[in-house]
Structures are given as C-alpha cells and as structure tokens.
C-alpha cells in the first residue's frame, strides 16, 4: 500500500515557476514508475512527464523543455519542476505511481491545482 500526496500548487503569472512535490507514505524503490498527470476542467487527463525505474524520462511536447521530473528515493518523493508557465498549464496535476514488479494497480494522489494567470 503506497499513498501518494501532491503539493507545491498554486497561483503563478505566466512566465513564473513551481516545483510540484509527490511524497509517497511508502517506499517507492527502482520498481515503481512514477509520473506526472493534468487534468482541465473538461478536459481528458493527460500524461504529462514519466520517469522510469531506469531513470528514463518522458515529456509531452508540450512541457518538453520546461518541465523536468525527478525522484528521490530516499526521500520517498517525486518532483515536477515547472518553468516558463504558461496558461495553458493550468490544471489539476496528479502524481501516479506503477509498480512494475507485482500488480498492484495504480497509485493515484489527490491532485494539486496549477493555475497560471495574470
């Protein structure tokens, strides 16, 4: 059972920066693949950055060169750097992890609000 908890949202004018932290209440070692999810209000929730049990990184093109994701292990914590915000980067953004190694399902947390406005 791994429970996943987002912060670090928030309001930000266009331009601007935040760091989105995920912490997990368990650990999430090498086997568990973590990403970054957004969802608009009426919008279809979508993959925003993935890093991998290998360390491999993935980015819709959209935030390609903006965002950057991170994990740290030790910490039980996954990040989402996000700079030159955009309006269209408003959104609630969810952290999900996927163990690899035995199916648990998804582990989804509760969201954090992103909202990018002058």
């Known amino acids: 059972q791994v429970q996943l908890v987002e912060s670090g949202g928030g309001l930000v004018q266009p331009g601007g920066s935040l760091r989105l932290s995920c912490a997990a209440s368990g650990s999430i070692s090498s086997a568990y693949v973590m990403s970054w999810y957004r969802q608009a209000p009426g919008k279809q929730r979508e993959l925003v950055a993935t890093?991998?049990?290998?360390?491999?990184?993935n980015y819709v093109d959209s935030v390609r060169g903006r965002f950057t994701i991170s994990r740290d292990n030790a910490k039980n914590t996954v990040y989402l750097q996000m700079n030159s915000l955009k309006p269209e980067d408003t959104a609630v953004y969810y952290c999900?992890?996927?163990?690899?190694?035995?199916?648990?399902?998804?582990?989804w947390g509760q969201g954090t609000q992103v909202t990018v406005s002058s």
């Open positions: 999900k992890g996927r163990r690899l190694d035995i199916y648990t399902g998804d582990y």
């Open positions: 890093i991998t049990s290998s360390g491999r990184t």
